[in-house]
Nanobody
Framework: QVQVVESGGGLVQPGGSLRLSCATSGIRFTLNVVGWYRQAPGKQRELVAEVASGGTPNYADSVKGRFTISRDNAKNTVYLQMNSLKPEDTAVYYC???????????????WGQGTQVTVSS
């Protein structure tokens, strides 16, 4: 069974920083695109950033220049460094991992349980 686990959320003041981690574990698999999404109360879930193995990261316009996504393929872990945080960044942040289990041909999306990020003074 595959598990996707986020960590690193919390409360931070405006202008502060946080680093989120997304670790994928379980049965043998090949990890493809990993993305960070967020959902604020009353709003739809939106893409924040995503990166494929060896690919160029893709960012939402609202976070360009402030957030950086990176991955450690040896650890099957993806990070989201968030700087210059704003109150409007407050949301539950989710990680989505697209992967293929060894011995299969199908790519499947797995979601983590989410981690709360609150930006407030």
């Amino acid at each position: 069974q595959v598990q996707v686990v986020e960590s690193g959320g919390g409360l931070v003041q405006p202008g502060g920083s946080l680093r989120l981690s997304c670790a994928t574990s379980g049965i043998r698999f090949t990890l493809n695109v990993v993305g960070w999404y967020r959902q604020a109360p009353g709003k739809q879930r939106e893409l924040v950033a995503e990166v494929a193995s060896g690919g160029t990261p893709n960012y939402a316009d609202s976070v360009k220049g402030r957030f950086t996504i990176s991955r450690d393929n040896a650890k099957n872990t993806v990070y989201l460094q968030m700087n210059s945080l704003k109150p409007e960044d407050t949301a539950v942040y989710y990680c989505k991992a697209n992967l293929r289990s060894f011995g299969t041909s199908r790519w499947v999306d797995y979601w983590g349980q989410g981690t709360q990020v609150t930006v407030s003074s």
